[in-house]
């Protein structure tokens, strides 16, 4: 005698899980400037656009030296620096929470 199962598959209640994305932390972290000036920031963003941020809410990243600086406006996810570190007053008339754009 032979036996024949024929298995349908169900089909799926609910499409499968789409890319998705994790917030950054919301811990404060510490950077040093190459003279060793500490500065407390905030991680923003998820993995694929992420910016950092002082306490006050102003945008700052990495110069080539090292130094980290208030950033004036994104073109795309490029910051464009000011000349002022982030250890001292922001520039006169700085946006705040200033946000890379995501490039596809």
Request: hydrophobic share 35%.
């Amino acid at each position: 005698m032979i036996f024949t199962a024929c298995v349908q598959a169900a089909p799926p209640t609910a499409p499968p899980p789409g890319p998705s994305s994790a917030p950054a932390s919301p811990d404060i972290v510490e950077g040093r400037q190459p003279d060793g000036t500490i500065i407390r920031m905030y991680i923003r963003g998820d993995e694929r656009i992420n910016w950092m941020e002082t306490e006050k809410g102003y945008t700052i990243a990495k110069d080539a030296q090292g130094y980290w600086r208030y950033v004036q406006k994104y073109e795309g996810k490029k910051p464009v620096l000011s000349e002022i570190p982030a250890d001292k007053a922001p520039p006169e008339g700085l946006g705040k929470n200033i946000r890379p754009v995501l490039v596809k």
